[in-house]
């Protein structure tokens, strides 16, 4: 079994700075993929960011520039740090884990970005 622990969410004002977090737990395979969806109110669940085992990142065309996704050396643990942010990238943020041919959502932290 899986676990994905977020950590990070919360309220700020446009062109501020927020860091997510979210720790991975259980049977995680060495190949392996971990990202961030969000979803607004709404809208369909998009893609934000995603990092695999050999640190590869790839972006929504939406946050180039401004969210850079990290992992740790362990791979256990993604990161999101998003800078700039706009009232746009309001939404739940969901962290996500591809292994063994699986796909292992957590629960979602809000992000809102507001004056």
């Known amino acids: 079994q899986v676990q994905l622990v977020e950590s990070g969410g919360g309220l700020v004002q446009p062109g501020g700075s927020l860091r997510l977090s979210c720790a991975a737990s259980?049977?995680?395979?060495?190949?392996?993929?971990m990202g961030w969806y969000r979803q607004a109110p709404e809208k369909e669940r998009e893609l934000v960011a995603t990092?695999?085992?050999?640190?590869?990142?790839n972006y929504a065309d939406s946050v180039k520039g401004r969210f850079t996704i990290s992992r740790d050396n362990a791979g256990n643990t993604v990161y999101l740090q998003m800078n700039s942010l706009r009232p746009g990238d309001t939404a739940v943020y969901y962290c996500?884990?591809?292994?063994?041919?699986?796909?292992?959502w957590g629960k979602g932290t809000l992000v809102t970005v507001s004056s």
């Open positions: 996500h884990l591809k292994t063994g041919g699986m796909d292992y």
């Open positions: 259980g049977s995680i395979f060495r190949i392996n993929v």
């Open positions: 990092v695999n085992n050999f640190h590869g990142r």
